[in-house]
C-alpha cells in the first residue's frame, strides 16, 4: 500500500521520522566495538553525554523505551514490591504489563488527575504499612510530558520530595522529557530534578530511528546492565544506532518548539472546523474529538491527500520534525474540505 517514495504527512506519532542526511553520516561514521563488551566506543560517548546533559552519574543505552522502564522497575523494585504509577502511564497501560509478568512488581495505578499528574494525596494514601498482608511500596513512577501535557515544576518538586520522605525511590518516564524542557523553558537537569533515575526515548520527537537511554547513579546503571543482558538489550556494534541517537539529543532538542508551533497551529485551525471538539496542545501532542460516523470516510478523504492519522472519535495528533508549517497548512485545508460536505 505505501510508497516508499511518496512524501506522507504523518501524524500518528513523533516516532514516524526518518533520519536526515548528517544524522545517516554520523551513522556511516561511528567507530564501533561490541558493546556487551563494553568496547563500543560510540556508545560509551553517548551514555556519557546523555548522563552529562541530564546530570547524572551513568547511562546505559537499549533498543527501547518498553526495555529502559523496564530494566528500570526490575532493579528498583523485586518480587512482591509494589511500584506506584498512573492509570494512563505507558509503564502501566502501554507496555505489556512487562513488571508484573516478568518482576513479579505489582503495580499500584492511581487515577491520573486532567492536567496528568497524580495528586499528592493519592500517593500518600497509597503507601503501604510496613505489614505482612501488603506489598512493599518501593518507587513512585511518574511520566513527563503525559499524553502531551506537561507536569507543573513545583507538583515534581512536591511529588519527588514526598516520596523520597516516605522512602520510596523514584523514577520518571521520561520519554518526551525534553519536549517538557522545551516548553518551560528549563534545562534538562532542571526537567529531571528529584528524579533517581530517568529513561529519555531517542526515537520519539527528537528523531533518532532507535533506541532509548536509561539515567542514574553508577551502581544501578551496573545492576541495570545485567537485567539488559537478561532482557536480551545486549546489543553488539550498536554504535551505529548510537551515532544516530547522540546526532539527535545533539541538534534535535531545542527545534522541539518548531513542533510545539505546528501543533498549536494545527490545533487552532482544526478548532474552527464546527463538529470538531480540539484540546489546546501544551507541546506536540493533542486531542480531536470526532463524530463517529465521521471517522472512515475522513481516514479515506485524508489518505487520498497523503495524509496519515490514527482517525476516530477520540483521535490523537502529533506533529514532529517531518511535519512543517507548509504541511500544517495541508491538513487544515483537508479537514476543511472534507467537513464543508459532511453532514451526520
Ligand atoms: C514511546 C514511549 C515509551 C517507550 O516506547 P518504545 O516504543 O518502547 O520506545 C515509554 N513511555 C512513553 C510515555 C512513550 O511515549
Redesign the pocket.
Known sequence: MSDPHQHWIDLRSD?VTQPCAAMRAAMAAAPVGDDVYADDPTVNRLQDFAAELFGYEAGLFA???????LIALLAHCGRGDEYLVGQE???YK??GGGAAVLGSIQPQPIANQPDGSIALADIAAYIKPDDMHFARTRLLAL?N??GGRVLPRDYLQAATALAHERGLATHL?G??VCNAAVKDGTSLREAVAGFDTV?V?L??GLGAPVG?VLLGPKAFIEQGKRWRKMLGGGMRQAGVIAAAAHHALEHNVERLADDHRNAADLAAGLAGIDGLRVTAPQTNIFYVEIPGAACAPLREHLARQGIRASIGPHTRLVTHLDVGSADVQKVIAAFKDFFKDWRA
Open positions: 516516532t533498543p527501547s523505551g518498553t526495555q529502559t522502564n502511564a505507558h509503564t502501554y507496555e511520566e510530558t503525559i518516564d520519554a518526551r529513561s526515548c526515537s520519539k532509548s
